[in-house]
T-cell receptor, first 112, second 112 residues
């Protein structure tokens, strides 16, 4: 029940295309859903996060879509660029837990 | 504002040797975490702390010990290094589990 399932494991997108990464969870108490971006040789960095009082949050080319009834959330990268090539992790937590539960990561490659 | 600083950045150990990885944060965060990252395995939580003087086990604690004597520092110790502990280690801090993590840049450890 504590798992966060992330798909796909890897994703190849052409420059200018839309990248979509999906995550699903079981614990209905989760109320914080962040996405992290990790470049090779670097630590993960918080990219964007959403709480379940909204169904969508947009920051520039990055959008989180949240479906509370389906217990799913996704990251959309519009107009994908080669500089977006990185590993992306979704995560979830609730205020009763001490830690984030991470997905297994998606390696995104954007080709020119 | 340095954020989360990990030392050392690289280390090679011989099997059976011991070492300590240091994590320091200057954001006055209560929560601190140690993760290991292996190819295809995502981020796995080793130990964490919810405040000065506290520690708790994560999902892969065996072979590691931790201490949080000062709020700003979280130490990860390997008592007798094994080749299976070859990995990249990341420290993170947060003001709470339901808030974003700030990660350090990682320590690449090789045990031969």
């Amino acid at each position: 029940q504590q798992q966060v399932k992330q798909s796909p494991q890897s994703l190849i997108v052409q420059k200018g295309g839309i990248s979509i990464i999906n995550c699903a969870y079981e614990n209905t108490a989760f109320d914080y859903f962040p996405w992290y971006q990790q470049f090779p040789g670097k630590g993960p960095a918080l990219l964007i996060a959403i709480r379940p009082d909204v169904s969508e949050k947009k920051e520039g080319r990055f959008t989180i879509s949240f479906n509370k009834s389906a217990k799913q959330f996704s990251l959309h990268i519009m107009d994908s660029q080669p500089g977006d090539s990185a590993t992306y992790f979704c995560a979830a937590s609730d205020y009763n837990t001490d830690k984030l539960i991470f997905g297994t990561g998606t390696r995104l490659q954007v080709f020119p | 504002n340095a954020g989360v600083t990990q030392t050392p950045k690289f280390r090679v150990l011989k099997t059976g040797q011991s070492m300590t990885l240091l994590c320091a944060q200057d954001m006055n965060h209560e929560y601190m975490y140690w993760y290991r990252q292996d190819p295809g395995m995502g981020l796995r939580l080793i130990h964490y702390s919810v405040g000065e003087g506290t520690t708790a086990k994560g999902e892969v604690p065996d072979g590691y010990n931790v201490s949080r004597l000062k709020k700003q520092n979280f130490l990860l110790g390997l008592e007798s290094a094994a080749p299976s502990q070859t990995s990249v280690y990341f420290c993170a801090s947060s003001q709470g589990a339901n808030y974003g993590y700030t990660f350090g840049s990682g320590t690449r450890l090789t045990v031969v």
